[in-house]
Structures are given as C-alpha cells and as structure tokens.
C-alpha cells in the first residue's frame, strides 16, 4: 500500500518568504509527527498529533512555526518569515497508536527547505 | 543532556566485518526501545523494537539487546555489506519519544 507521502520534495525560498510544506499519512494511521533534520544531524522532534486530541507543540522551536492537521488525514507544516537557520529537512512520519506504547512510526521521504 | 546517548558518533568498518553500536538511555518511565536505520536522503525505516520483558532481538544479521536495569541497549550487525552504510538511530519511548542523535556507519570495500 501506499507509504508517507510528503510534498514538495524541494523548496528553496528567500528570506522573510513563507513556506507551507505537506504530508499525507498512511490511511488508518491516528498518529502524525513532525521532525527537523539540518544536515549531518539527528532529528529533531517539532509536533505530535493524536487523533482528536490536542496536539503536542512541545517541540516548535518558535512562535514561526505552526502544524494543523485535519481530522486523522492530511498535516501541514507552515513555516512564516523564514531563516537562513530553518533550512533543513523536515520529516513526517505517521502511525498506528500511541507514541508512549511504541507503534512503528513510518517515515516519508521528506522535504528538503533551503532558505537563501 | 540528551536523555539518549549513542556511541560512536561514526564508524568506518570494512565489509564483512561485525560492529557494534551503543545506545545508554535515562529515560523514565521506559516502555520500549526501537532501532531505526536512516539511509542518506531517506526516512529512518524501523529495524528492531524491544519492550522492557526483552533482552534480544534480530532482524537478519541486525541483532539488538537491552539491558533495562543498566539502561543500556545495542545493536549488532553482522558479516557487513555496503548497504548497511546509514545512521542508525536508537528511539527510546516513555510518556513520549526520545531519539538518540544517531550513529553514522559507513562500510568501505
């Protein structure tokens, strides 16, 4: 079946621009997650969302950055008055359950933000 | 202090040999343990998933362990191919999700 689906694969925008970047989950999947990769670095958790329930936000490294998610199916990122400092890629991973009872999160292939 | 620790950082073997990577976590409570390869331009895709009642686990010539009283876990791979040239990322799950910043191999012909 179909896996994580993200989109664009690349963007690349000017300073101060806003980006909205996509993730179609796996059909079922209740949980979604955001996460910032910058290059030769680990992941960086950004925002969980579980079913109807409030999402996590922990993670959002600031007030630029917000995550919606309709229902239990598309997610998306947007990123306003973008920096040099959020050029990174940013990963989407859905799965079947809660995160603290360990379900296999699935990964998308990402998308890769180059701010200039 | 990350509450997820892996060592080494990289590691260049040559193919065929055996490696080990390390994992020392202090999250609390623990539920389980997952080990994730992420190829380079690629998401992480799970490789093993142990819950505290565990001690080993394999996927074909990965083999991880964990020990839950010292806090440790690791992951073995075996008779090496090039393929197996990724980060290896150690995810421990409590109340959320801990990752490790990774393990980068690279197996050299």
């Known amino acids: 079946g179909a896996g994580v689906s993200q989109s664009p694969s690349n963007k690349v925008t000017e300073k101060g621009k806003d980006v909205e970047l996509r993730c179609d989950p796996i059909s079922g999947h209740t949980a979604l997650y955001w996460y910032r990769q910058r290059l030769g670095q680990g992941l960086e958790f950004l925002i969980y969302?579980?079913?109807?329930?409030?999402?996590?936000k922990s993670g959002l490294p600031s007030d630029r950055f917000s995550a919606e998610r309709t229902g239990e199916s598309v997610s998306t990122l947007t990123i306003q008055r973008t920096q040099q400092e959020d050029s990174a890629v940013y990963l989407c991973?859905?799965?079947?359950?809660?995160?603290?009872?360990?379900?296999?999160?699935?990964f998308g292939p990402g998308t890769r933000l180059t701010v200039t | 202090k990350n509450q997820v620790e892996q060592s080494p950082q990289s590691l260049i073997i040559l193919e065929g040999k055996n490696c080990t990577l390390q994992?020392?976590?202090?999250?609390?409570?623990?539920?389980?343990l997952r080990w994730y390869k992420q190829d380079t331009g690629r998401g992480p895709v799970s490789l093993t998933i142990m819950t505290f009642s565990e001690n080993t686990k394999s996927n074909g010539r990965y083999t991880a362990t964990l020990d839950a009283d010292t806090k440790q876990s690791s992951l073995h791979i075996t008779a090496s191919q090039l393929s197996d040239s990724a980060s290896y990322i150690c995810v421990v799950g409590g109340n959320d999700m801990r990752f490790g910043a990774g393990t980068r191999l690279t197996v050299k012909p």
């Open positions: 969302f579980q079913g109807n329930s409030a999402p996590d």
């Open positions: 991973a859905s799965s079947l359950g809660l995160r603290q009872e360990g379900y296999e999160q699935y």
């Open positions: 994992c020392n976590y202090t999250v609390s409570p623990f539920s389980n």
